[in-house]
Every structure is written in structure tokens, then in C-alpha cells.
């Protein structure tokens, strides 16, 4: 988590209270995965969206890997799976308070319509995530400054880049 506003958990107590918000009873506001490697089922990171409302109002996606796994297109593969799996999800209509830079509108029959997005936010400084991101389809929309939750003194430079599932077609990202 160190590229997160959220920081680094430095103690298994730590991790164990972050994990249980993707577990039994909390999972049912989420859409989580253990990242897994194919040839030996050992889990190497966790990803998928972990709210479903966001400072921003839109979902959010996010993926946390082990470090020794960088920069081998894990993050990548993954990013693709869980597209696919999102944009599969029955939708319906609903509510949602959004932050007014992220409202995104398209003509339909009935005239204008808001367009369902997911989001993800990194710090200014993760580089890599953001490549993935783009690679996937996504679009930077909205930088911002916000409190380091790791330091309250300090503040981050945000990068938000946000994502249309109904422009996902198989093999896009």
C-alpha cells in the first residue's frame, strides 16, 4: 500500500483490519480477488474494487502486489480480468453523488444521460500504476491535493484517472 493514500500497514494487526474489510460480512460491498499466480496458486497481491462509493462518488478499483511481482505485467493481466468481470455485473439504475469534475455525459434515446465510470487514484509519484492504467483503457481526469493519511501534516499530489465500463469490449486492454 505504499503508493495509496492509505500508506503502509506496519503490523499484522494492521493488515488483518484493512483485509477484513474485503471479508464475510464486509465483502458484500466490494468485488475483491486474491491475485494468484497461475502455475502455483500463491496468492501475490489482492485487487478489485473496494468500495463502491469513493471520495470521487464512483467505485474504485485498486490492486496491491508484493513488491518482488512489479514490473512483470501482473498488474496488467490483472487490470484486464477484473474489467472484464466488472463490466459482465447486471447494472441498474441508481443514485450517485459524484464529485463535479467526474460527471461524464453522453446522448441517448431519451436525451442526456450520465455515464457509469470506475475510478482509481495514485500518488503523483507511482508512476507505474499510472502506465497500467492507461494501458487499460483508463484516463486521467482530475489531480488534486489531499491530506497524507500517512502523515496528517503532509499533503499528496492525487493523479485520478477514471474508466467507462460500457466501452469495454474483450481484448481492449
Known amino acids: 500500500m505504499i503508493n495509496t493514500p492509505l500508506g503502509v500497514t506496519s503490523s499484522p494487526s494492521q493488515s488483518q483490519a484493512h483485509l477484513s474489510l474485503f471479508l464475510p ?16 496458486g500463491e496468492m501475490i497481491g489482492i485487487g478489485g474494487c473496494h468500495s463502491l462509493t469513493s471520495m470521487f462518488g464512483w467505485p474504485v478499483v485498486g490492486y496491491q502486489l508484493r513488491k518482488e511481482y512489479w514490473g512483470q505485467g501482473l498488474a496488467t493481466e490483472f487490470l484486464r480480468g477484473w474489467l472484464g468481470l466488472w463490466a459482465a455485473l447486471p447494472r441498474g439504475e441508481r443514485e450517485v453523488r459524484v464529485h463535479p469534475g467526474m460527471v461524464a455525459v453522453r446522448e441517448g434515446e431519451g436525451g442526456e444521460e450520465r455515464v457509469e465510470e470506475v475510478v482509481c487514484a495514485w ?24 491530506r497524507d493519511l ?16 460500457g466501452r469495454y469490449q474483450e481484448g481492449s486492454v
Open 25 to 40: 460480512p464486509n465483502d458484500i460491498s466490494t468485488f475483491n480477488f486474491a491475485i494468484c499466480l497461475n502455475h502455483t
Open 123 to 146: 500518488t503523483v509519484d507511482n508512476v507505474a500504476s499510472q502506465r497500467v492504467l492507461e494501458k487499460g483503457g483508463f484516463e486521467l481526469c482530475l489531480v488534486q491535493r489531499e
Open 150 to 165: 500517512r502523515d496528517r501534516e503532509k499533503e499528496v499530489e492525487l493523479r485520478v484517472y477514471r474508466y467507462f465500463p
